[in-house]
């Protein structure tokens, strides 16, 4: 309708706005998604992931994420006759998303049918799932990561595991002999520290004997427990011997309630349909997990596995802002273009894609690792430093991107009908839980510099990329220089870190043979001062090829 047209009642006709991106084969649509999977060994898995990404990209899977966070979880202590219950209430689309993510193995399908590869499918369901709802995630990861931890302890593994791993999603709030399938939550951060956990002030004293798999009595209290509807909850506490791993689940094997409650839910910026609390345990029963006094060295086992989450998580975090804003800018006209043929804006998307599809190789490569841990104990070495350098650097870099995705799509990509400003909101969080970002930086060195076998790995995994590009090449010197240097590690920790993880994405890129991308990030990433904000890249990248690559064609298109 022209403005020659209107008539009174009708002021105009919406026009120049994009479809809603809904409707696509998350997958298929994924290039740099599919390369990955291919090359990392899971190549046949594609017919279950072309399924599985035509259900994440369909509109009702994507509505089902923005009810879940539109409807944040309520906390009701009590009953209406005054019993304490401690019950969470979630809006059904949290429970279909768990359903799905269930379905899909991401607790699980790793360890119930370990094969080459099999990390690899994981990863890639769980780079889809993320896509269209990040905080549920957190709760299948926790129970994910419980599996590695809990098998080295049959006298708990023989009652947990077969409930942990199935396929079933429970709710119910019930003592775990009543239901059909279990999950795990992860307790370690108390008010006086989270980072520094030496600091935690729980007490566990044995009921009767001591030992791994004996029950304890813990007194104290912890400060964020998401996932906190789950049925236990791996925890530190300590006892005589120092920091010790508990399970704690919220029922007794007597059929009443632990004493564990909640006292809260977190008010979340981000995270939103996760439920996070504040926990007060009044004596609440946990079987201990391995040796007392080595708590930390035990439940570091799950949380390597909650830190490769985090990056795989926040991989997927990019993909999906970008695919956001290239959607949007491929459907909207300014100054007689569209956006997406403006050159500015081309600057701006490609050098989104150029970070998005780095983070992307990086997962997973180390999805890979996990692969090939299981059969080979030497890339533990490896795993021990790409996750600390991929939790730092990747789990910082989504939030920036996040930001620069939304203002491509300009006033309404801040609207809360949008993906975008979950996506921003979700940004942030991955950096912060599971070792923040100067834990991880600081972690990344000690390893480094503590550990030849760790060094050697690390070096052996560049050595791979020497010669397939001269500032890569250049950097490795440089880089070789910065770590023999071993003045003021700690207060250097963040740019060493930082300059190891993007040799690493860079190596990883250079042998995976995609040459667009691997030129497109050492040229802007590796040498150009500039780079500080998106948008800066040199003139000669193939902007046009890059975004074409990463961009997906709707049925609305
Ligand atoms: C949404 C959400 C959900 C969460 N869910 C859980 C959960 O389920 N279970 C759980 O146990 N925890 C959970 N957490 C807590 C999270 O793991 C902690 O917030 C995190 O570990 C940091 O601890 P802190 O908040 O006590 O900060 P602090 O430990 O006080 O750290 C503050 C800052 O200081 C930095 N810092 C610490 N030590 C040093 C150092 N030596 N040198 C330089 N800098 C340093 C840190 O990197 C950080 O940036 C959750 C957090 C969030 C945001």
Known sequence: MTTATLTAGHTHQVENQPPVLENYNAYT???????????EGAGWSEDTLKECGQVLGSPDTIKLGFEANENPPRFKSHDHLGHRIDEVEFHPAYHALHTLSRQYGLHAQPWNDPKPGAHVLRAAKGYMMNQ??????????????????????????????????????????????????????????????????YQNSTQARAIGQSGSGQAYELIGHKFFVSGCMSDA??????????????????????GTKNLFEIQRLKNKMG?????????????????????????????????????????????????QAVVQAIHHCQNR???????????????????????????????????RA??????????????????????YWICKRVAGHAYEAMECIGGSGAMEGHMMPRLYREAPINAIWEGSGNVQALDAVNSFFSNDKIKKAFMDELALAKGKHPLFDEFLVKLSKELENTHQLEFRARS?????????????????????IANAFCVSRLSNQDHHLYGNLPTDIDCSAIIARASIATKKD
């Open 29 to 39: 649509s994924d290039i740099a998604l599919q390369e990955a999977v291919r090359r």
């Open 132 to 197: 269209v709802e990040a905080s549920h995630c957190c709760p299948v990861t926790m129970t994910y990561a419980s599996v590695p931890l809990l098998r080295d302890y049959p006298e708990l593994a023989n009652k947990w595991l077969p409930l942990i791993t199935n396929a079933h999603y429970d709710p119910r709030n019930l003592p775990v002999e009543q239901k059909r399938g279990a999950t795990l939550g992860m307790a370690v951060t108390e008010k006086q520290g989270g980072s520094d956990v």
């Open 233 to 254: 909850f791996t925890m530190l506490a300590k006892t005589d011997k120092g920091l010790s791993c508990f399970l704690v689940p919220r029922w007794k094997e007597d």
């Open 271 to 319: 995270n939103i349909a996760n439920a996070t609390a504040e926990v007060e345990l009044r004596g609440a029963m946990g079987w201990l997990i391995g040796e007392e006094g080595k708590g930390l060295n035990t439940i570091l086992k799950a949380i390597a596995y909650n830190r490769f989450d985090c990056i795989h998580g926040s991989a997927a975090g990019m993909r």
């Open 333 to 367: 006209f300014a100054f007689g273009k569209k956006l997406s043929m403006q050159p500015l804006m081309q600057n701006v998307l490609a050098d989104l894609v150029i970070e998005s599809e780095a983070a992307t190789a990086y997962a997973f490569r180390m999805a």
């Open 370 to 391: 996990l692969d090939e841990v299981e059969n080979n104990k030497e890339v533990q070495y490896f795993i021990r430093l790409g996750t600390a350098l991929g939790k």
């Open 496 to 516: 060493l870190t930082a300059h190891m993880a993007l040799a690493l994405q860079a190596s990883i890129l250079l042998t995976s043979q995609n040459t667009l």
